[in-house]
Every structure is written in structure tokens, then in C-alpha cells.
């Protein structure tokens, strides 16, 4: 899948509401602290992110949450795109796995469900399904131009 | 400009962590007629960029990153004596990358090419908490202000700081920069008036010359 067919489906994606980025803003402390604490939980955590990577695991995580409010408010679709290309890149060659990024996104949504309001986690969750269907075609991007 | 020779020896210096055969290079480039702006954009950054890549891709630790950036910062240093001009204007300018935002190498350029335009500057480095930012600024009432952001997810704090300065400091001018605003992100500013993105040293140049001839 080429970036111009992310980009069209991206595209659907819609700018959420003052509302909607407020409360993901104000619980960003709260949802990556029950990330990394679940994360922590897995007993398998040193083959989904590799060995001496717990502090990297984290700071993707802290990184998550400024990012994904940046792009409620500030939607971009190239940003949103090249920002992760560049961030499976990144991680990837610095030891994760490529299921690093299903767990992870999959334990996101869990966790999104049980801290936000319905309405307010229904306005989010479409970014992150979309991210979560794409995993395969980030993968081949980050892999591509190395 | 095609300097690939100079960028693959600065790179080396860099990565060897010599910070005498990386003012070397530099002094050669100089040598060779080329302006600073020249040295900033085609050697300095192109180089640190490559330094960025070699990290993505993990062939490159943090430490050696730091010390490519401590390097660079200390080079720059080196060459002031080339960007201070002996007659300064009264203007006053006051840069500085936003709160939260560590990457300031770009900003200490900024400041540099206001200098080599004749201007005083205060420039006051990376991660500039934003209510010092503007008590600071409040104070010495400097004639533009130049914000640098690297990082797309810090422009909430941006906008916060263009947010306050619209309402406590009316009519500031206000340039702003960085990598955080490409791909378009920085078509919010349309809603501000007095500020100004400028992608690159320069653009930056040419819009303070053409300040200098309205002067
Ligand atoms: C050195 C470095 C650091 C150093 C900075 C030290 C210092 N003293 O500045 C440190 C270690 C602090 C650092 C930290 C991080 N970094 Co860093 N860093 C870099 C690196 C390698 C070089 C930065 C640099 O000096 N570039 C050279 C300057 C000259 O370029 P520039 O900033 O773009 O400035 C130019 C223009 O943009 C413009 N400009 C800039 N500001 C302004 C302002 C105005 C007014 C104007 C007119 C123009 C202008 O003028 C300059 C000349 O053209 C870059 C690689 C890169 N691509 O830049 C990564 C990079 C920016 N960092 C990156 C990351 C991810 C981080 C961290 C998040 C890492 C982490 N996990 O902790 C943290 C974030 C810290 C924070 N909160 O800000 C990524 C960003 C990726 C992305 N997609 O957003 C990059 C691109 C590395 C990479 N390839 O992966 N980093």
C-alpha cells in the first residue's frame, strides 16, 4: 500500500472536538501511567520490546499521548503519517518487535475505553483502529528507504 | 551547493567526537568564501540531520548524538567573532526555542543571523518556561520575538504562547521556525496577525533586510 492510499483513508479521519481533546489532554498522565503499568505486567514484555528498552518503551509511550492530542487538535494527515512511518522506523531498529505495535495499540484501546467518557472515546477510537489496520503498511514504509 | 565532501568530513569529526578536526572543517568552508548562513544550512545542518537519521536507524548511540550536539554548539561559538558586527542597531530582538522544546541548535543559528544583521539579541536557549518568556520579555520590550519548535507535539505550547502574547503583548512581531511546522502544521498562524513562519535562515534574512531598508 503506497502513502497516497493512507493518506485518502487518513483523510476520513475526523478533528475532534474542544471537548474530546481536553479530556484525552487532562488524562494523558493517567492513561500512560495504567499503559506502562500494564505493559509492566507482561511477562513476555522483553521479547515485544527487546532487552534494556523499558525506558524507551516508556518515553514512546509519554511521546503517544502529546502526539495523538497534538493531531485532535492540530489534525495533519501528512504528519500523522510520516510520524509514524518514522516512528515504527525508529523503534524497530532500535530492537522492538513488530507486534510491539498491536499490543500496544490494542492495551491503548482498552485503556482509553475504561478512562474516557462514551462519547469522548467514541470520537477517538477511529484513529485508533485506523492505526491498528495499517500496522502492516507502516511496517513496509519504516522498512523502506533504510 | 554541493558540499558533500565537507559534510561526510564534519560527520566523521563529529562521530570521532573530535571536536578539533570538526573546527577544522568548518574553518576551511569559511576559507573557502562561503557565508555563515552558507555553513549553517548546507554543513552544519544538513550534518546534524544525517546525525538525526543515524539514531532513527540505530546505528548511532544517545551519547554519541549529545556529543555531536555539544561539538556543533562549542564550533558555533568558535566563530562568533565572524557574526558580531561592530555597528549594532537600537533594534532588539529576543529568541529562544519554547517550553519544553530541547533542540537549540536551530534557535542559536536564529539568533546569529539577527546579529549578523545588526541586531541586538537576547537569546535565551531551549525549553523557555512561557510565563518567564513573557515577564522577560515584558521587560526589556524588544522589537521581535523568534520562536523555534522542532517537535510537532509541542504546538500546544505554541499556540498557548502566541495565545498570551496576542492578549498581553499586542502588536509584538513574532517569527517563528523550527521542524514542528512542516508538512503544513503551521496554517494555524493564519489566525494570528504579527507572526510570521520563515522555514529556513534564509528567509529569515531576506525578511530583516527588507525590516533594515524600512528603517
Ligand atoms: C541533537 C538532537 C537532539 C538533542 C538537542 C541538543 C541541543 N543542544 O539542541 C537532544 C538530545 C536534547 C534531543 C532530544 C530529543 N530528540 Co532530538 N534531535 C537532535 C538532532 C540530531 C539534531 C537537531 C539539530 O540541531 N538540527 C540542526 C538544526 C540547525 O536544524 P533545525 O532545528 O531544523 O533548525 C533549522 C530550521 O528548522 C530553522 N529553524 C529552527 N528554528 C527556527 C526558528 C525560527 C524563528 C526560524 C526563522 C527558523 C528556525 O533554522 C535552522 C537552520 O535552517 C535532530 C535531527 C534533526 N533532523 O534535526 C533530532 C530530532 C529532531 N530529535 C528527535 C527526537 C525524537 C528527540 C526526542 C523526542 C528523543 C527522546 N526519545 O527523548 C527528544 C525530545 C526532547 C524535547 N522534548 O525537545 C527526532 C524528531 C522526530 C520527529 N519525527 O519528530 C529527530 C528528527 C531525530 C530523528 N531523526 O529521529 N535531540
Known amino acids: 500500500m503506497t502513502k497516497d492510499v493512507l493518506t485518502e483513508s487518513a483523510n476520513h479521519l475526523s478533528q475532534a472536538c474542544c471537548e474530546t481533546i481536553e479530556e484525552y489532554k487532562n488524562k494523558s498522565s493517567l492513561l500512560v501511567s495504567k499503559m506502562n503499568a500494564s505493559m509492566l505486567k507482561k511477562s513476555n514484555l522483553i521479547n515485544i520490546v527487546g532487552s534494556d528498552n523499558i525506558e ?32 515504527f522506523r525508529t523503534y524497530r531498529s532500535h530492537g ?51 | 551547493m554541493n558540499q558533500e565532501t565537507e559534510k561526510q568530513a564534519l560527520l566523521r569529526a563529529l562521530l570521532k567526537g573530535s571536536r578539533e578536526n570538526a573546527s577544522q572543517v568548518i574553518k576551511q568552508f569559511i576559507d573557502q568564501d562561503h557565508t555563515i548562513i552558507d555553513l549553517y544550512e548546507y554543513l552544519i545542518k544538513e550534518t546534524m540531520y544525517e546525525i538525526g ?17 555539544a561539538i556543533v554548539e562549542n564550533l558555533m561559538n568558535e566563530i562568533y567573532h565572524l557574526i558580531a558586527t561592530p555597528e549594532k542597531k537600537e533594534d532588539l530582538a529576543v ?20 546579529e549578523m544583521n545588526n541586531w541586538n539579541t537576547r537569546y535565551l536557549g531551549a525549553n523557555t518556561p512561557k510565563n518567564d518568556l513573557i515577564h522577560f520579555v515584558k521587560s526589556i520590550n524588544p522589537k521581535m520575538l523568534a520562536l523555534s519548535m522542532s517537535l510537532f507535539f509541542h504546538l ?60
Open chain 2, 156 to 215: 500546544p505550547e505554541l499556540e498557548s504562547t502566541l495565545q498570551t502574547i496576542k492578549k498581553e503583548l499586542p502588536g509584538l512581531l513574532i517569527i517563528i521556525g523550527g521542524q514542528g511546522l512542516k508538512h503544513g502544521s503551521q496554517d494555524f498562524l493564519k489566525n494570528y496577525q504579527n507572526v510570521f513562519y520563515k522555514p529556513d535562515l534564509f528567509s529569515l534574512d531576506s525578511f530583516l533586510k527588507t525590516q533594515n531598508q524600512h528603517d
Open chain 2, 53 to 69: 537519521y543515524l539514531w532513527e536507524t540505530g546505528k548511532i548511540s544517545v551519547a554519541t548524538e549529545h556529543l555531536a550536539s
Open chain 1, 56 to 87: 524507551m518503551m516508556k518515553d514512546n509511550h509519554a511521546n503517544h499521548v502529546q502526539f495523538i492530542s497534538s493531531i485532535l487538535k492540530y489534525k495533519n494527515t501528512a504528519v500523522l503519517i510520516e510520524t509514524i512511518i518514522w516512528v
Open chain 1, 96 to 146: 522492538f518487535s513488530i507486534e510491539y505495535w498491536s499490543v500496544q495499540l490494542n492495551e491503548w484501546i482498552n485503556i482509553l475505553k475504561e478512562e474516557l467518557s462514551q462519547n469522548i472515546f467514541d470520537e477517538i477510537i477511529p484513529y485508533y483502529k485506523w492505526m491498528l489496520l495499517n500496522i502492516p503498511s507502516f511496517v513496509l514504509l519504516s522498512e523502506q528507504n533504510t
Open chain 2, 95 to 114: 529568541i529562544c526555542s519554547i517550553e519544553n522544546e530541547q533542540h537549540q541548535i536551530g534557535s542559536k543559528m536564529v539568533s546569529d543571523v539577527y
